[in-house]
């Protein structure tokens, strides 16, 4: 009896360890666990999966009260603000929220019930709770996705109504607003966004609107107040953001990159453009603000220095939409990810995550070649060719001749002919177009509100010069011409150099918008409508761009143009550098480099590969630098090879790719960075692979090496032992330190690449 008794006893145990294991996995390496609901406690409304949580106050007068970073424990939100806040017909209301709150510094439940209700804007009616739902259709091309991930990101939905409250205006009553949360399964992420629905019988503008107000906890550093170079490319008044800080909200003049390092809260939005191809600088809906007036008095600072302790999502300028009676506005989607430490790996390793499962079309990772002509000839030599070596797409290039905007019969005609022809060779076919940056005639430009001619410099609000207006006539037929031109082909990829870059315009006379204050939005509206509607057809689209919310897929992995006008040797390792250094918040799909087969730019001779055959040495570097990290580049040319050896090096190492390339598509620890002086290395990960982990080293010496190097285990998953094969030969086995890692030996050849695959 008492056997069996002790024997149960240890069963028990055991069970509790193994749940309380599981429960605390890492979500990171299993986020399985970590499921969306949505519960009602001590009458807050509570929105969590374990990781995060946002409460609210119940109906009618809710308020988001609560922030809390299940990971750390901590509670990220300091005082209540409104739901959302919009100006119509030009008049500001609040939507949602609680008010006079004792002190700003943190938020306490005794403040609650001591707080005052708001019944003269808007007020909740009601709410409905579901499953998440996508936000545009995406077909995906599964032949070129190794880490597939749910549309939509599977959680739960709340979808708050509000109405004019007892004692709102007139003007307002009819108007029904709806504030939408998303949160996700497996992840500390959830997106906001509001709908305006007019049933009040008549026209009324929406001036602007913020989408998200969260009074946060001070953890960015503290800054002088500024202009922030954003309001500067708008052509705003020179101080105008600024001029009377104490009395409104002002953004900070600290880059939100800067900011970012030191925040807990990572947001974007699906708002994105700018032309500087990172998230955060693509941003100019998200605003990190001083909290005036109300946080003045009691907010931890020093004289002349504050910090931006509030985080808004709203527009630069306008809307100024109109909304026709029955019509409904939908804002942007703001992206709230929590995170759970300072590591710089690990909030790279939280971002990727994000686009992995915020934009999984990121990880289609085709094999692409940028032929040089678009001529029949050339185009089919170039098919020819990737069908032959495994390649997976061509793209008639820059410079190719390819003109997406010929709309004559012939020319469609011949298209369609050449992409039946890639079809039936197995390859995706597509061209190039540039939008911003080409020029127009003055009707067409985007016009600067300081000159009220065309944009020609930052100062005048324009990014790249002298660019057309999207919502124009020209913008309308540009567009109209595209969507045709893929109706009519069926060919499935686009790269769209130039990307709409948020030029604002004053013109009066343009079809799509009817002053500088709607022209912003009316002309992101039209690019991200396209994206999304490429996205759909299953249409690839490389932007260099931070469009992915909005349906592209791949932008520059590093992107200095220059660089591969310089010498084959230097070559070799800066190519490597932008890798390295781009994959701290890309995955490998998400960025694409470049390999100049022939002159680029400049630098002849010593520059180009070809001859192909006569520089097989740098070509193996290039392809290994590349397929070892599970990068695509842009290989531009007339051809991928022009003798059988150099055709089967390109085959071989296509093949190399395509036999890890779920490993290859997988997130990457950074191991050392390439330097020209001693190896550098990096390190695939993903515990939900049987090969959790692949280590790519090179060599750039002419010297074989030999180097004893630590590898940190963690995100394999890997806990206690592992197996380690180089190149798939013998394997070794490994225990790991009680940090996770393994300390092992590597052999890398002179100018030289090795590979060690690692399994449980």
Avoid at 47 to 58: A, D, I, P
Avoid at 255 to 280: H, K, N
Avoid at 490 to 510: L, N
Avoid at 724 to 741: F, H, I, P, W
């Amino acid at each position: 009896m008492k056997k069996n008794i002790l024997f149960f006893l240890i069963a028990l145990i055991n069970i509790a360890w193994c749940w309380a294991k599981d429960f605390h996995k890492d979500w990171l390496i299993d986020g399985q666990g970590y499921k969306a609901k949505v519960e009602i406690k001590d009458s807050i409304l509570c929105l969590e999966n374990g990781l995060v949580s946002r409460k609210f106050t119940l109906p009618p007068y809710v308020a988001t009260v609560g922030l809390e970073n299940r990971m750390t424990g901590n509670e990220e939100l300091r005082a209540v603000r409104p739901e959302a806040l919009l100006t119509i017909d030009g008049r500001d209301y609040p939507v949602g929220g609680l008010y006079e709150q004792p002190v700003q510094n943190f938020l306490s439940k005794d403040f609650l019930s001591q707080m005052q209700k708001c019944d003269t804007a808007f007020v909740c009616t009601g709410y409905q709770i579901g499953e998440t739902i996508e936000r545009f259709p995406y077909k995906a091309k599964k032949e070129w996705i190794s880490n597939d991930n749910p549309w939509p990101a599977p959680g739960k939905r709340i979808v708050f109504e509000y109405k004019a409250g007892p004692q709102a205006p007139q003007a307002i009553r009819g108007i029904t607003v709806r504030v939408i949360y998303e949160l996700y399964d497996g992840a500390p992420i959830l997106s906001k966004q509001i709908e305006v629905v007019n049933e009040t019988g008549r026209e009324i503008v929406l001036n602007s609107f913020k989408s998200e107000i969260l009074a946060l906890v001070e953890t960015a550093p503290k800054v002088h107040y500024g202009e922030p170079h954003e309001i500067r490319m708008l052509a705003q008044e020179p101080g105008a953001f600024t001029r009377d800080y104490r009395k409104k909200p002002v953004q900070t003049d600290a880059p939100r990159d800067y900011i970012d390092r030191f925040t807990q809260l990572f947001v974007v939005t699906d708002y994105a453009m700018g032309g500087d191809m990172e998230a955060m600088k693509d941003n100019p809906a998200v605003r990190w603000v001083f909290d005036h007036p109300e946080y003045e008095a009691t907010g931890i600072r020093y004289y002349g220095q504050y910090k931006p302790a509030r985080l808004e999502v709203g527009l630069p300028v306008g809307p100024e939409l109109s909304i026709a009676p029955g019509e409904c506005f939908q804002s942007c989607t703001a992206f709230e990810m929590l995170r759970d430490g300072t590591d710089t790996e690990r909030r790279g390793l939280a971002e990727c995550r994000f686009w992995r499962m915020m934009a999984p079309w990121t990880q289609e990772n085709p094999i692409f070649m940028h032929v040089r002509s678009s001529d029949d000839e050339a185009v089919r030599k170039a098919i020819d060719q990737c069908a032959e070596v495994g390649f997976e797409m061509v793209i008639m290039t820059f410079g190719s001749g390819f003109n997406i905007e010929d709309d004559s019969p012939e020319y469609l005609a011949r298209m369609k002919r050449l992409n039946d022809y890639a079809k039936s060779k197995g390859i995706t076919l597509g061209g190039y177009s540039l939008l911003a940056s080409r020029g127009a005639k003055d009707e067409d430009a985007t016009i600067s509100r300081k000159t009220g001619k065309p944009a020609v410099s930052r100062e005048e609000g324009s990014r790249f010069g002298k660019s057309p207006c999207l919502a124009s006539a020209w913008g309308d037929l540009y567009f109209k011409r595209l969507t045709g031109f893929f109706e009519k082909t069926g060919m499935g990829d686009f790269e769209h150099d130039g990307s709409y870059p948020g030029d604002p315009c004053a013109s009066v006379s343009h079809s799509g918008h009817r002053g500088y204050g709607d022209s912003q939005w009316k002309q992101w509206k039209v690019i991200s409508d396209f994206y999304r509607w490429c996205r759909g057809k299953g249409i690839y689209l490389n932007v260099p761009d931070w469009y992915f919310l909005s349906g592209s897929n791949k932008t520059p992995m590093g992107y200095v143009e220059t660089n591969w006008s310089l010498p084959r040797a230097y070559q070799e390792i800066i190519e490597r550098q932008n890798i390295y250094d781009g994959t701290w918040q890309k995955t490998p799909s998400m960025g694409f480099m470049f390999v100049p087969l022939t002159q680029y730019h400049g630098g002849g001779e010593l520059a180009t590969i070809e001859p192909l055959c006569e520089h097989l040495d740098h070509y193996q570097i290039r392809l290994q630098n590349l397929f070892g990290a599970g990068v695509q580049a842009c290989y531009r040319g007339p051809r991928l090879y022009d003798t059988e050896e150099t055709r089967t090096l390109v085959a071989h190492w296509v093949n190399f790719y395509k036999k890890y390339r779920a490993i290859l598509d997988s997130d990457i620890i950074h191991l050392r960075r390439p330097d020209g002086r001693d190896w550098d290395g990096i390190l695939h990960v993903n515990p939900r692979l049987k090969q959790k982990g692949f280590l790519s080293v090179y060599n750039p010496l002419e010297v074989d090496i030999e180097r004893e190097i630590r590898v940190p285990l963690y995100y394999t998953g890997l806990t206690d032992k592992a197996v380690v094969k180089e190149q798939d030969g013998k394997a070794m086995k490994y225990t790991l330190n009680r940090d996770y890692s393994i300390t092992m030996t590597v052999k890398i050849p002179a100018k030289g690449y090795n590979w060690y695959v690692i399994e449980k």
